[in-house]
């Protein structure tokens, strides 16, 4: 997924797939970024873990 796509809402919900996509890492890669503070951390609602699109943006802006 590219930046130029990325106009959407800010509080919209992504998945660990979703998230994956757009960092371009595996899900073992960004646990382990998390557990060292170096991604964001996910949210929990119920029994589903995401993450906040406005939360990646801000992740993926920092490398550009």
Same mark, same amino acid.
């Given at each position: ?7 959407t809402?800010p ?11 757009? &960092? +371009? ?5 960004? /646990? ?13 609602? +119920? ?5 906040? /699109?406005?939360?990646? &943006?801000? /992740? ?5």
């Amino acid at each position: 997924m590219q930046l130029q796509e990325l106009n959407t809402h800010p509080l919209k919900r992504l998945n660990i797939k979703q998230v994956q996509e757009m &960092v +371009g890492l595996k899900k073992s890669a960004i /646990y382990q970024k998390v557990k060292e503070e170096k991604f964001p951390k996910p949210h929990k609602d +119920g029994r589903s873990t995401f993450w906040f /699109y406005q939360d990646i &943006v801000n /992740y993926l802006l920092q490398f550009k």
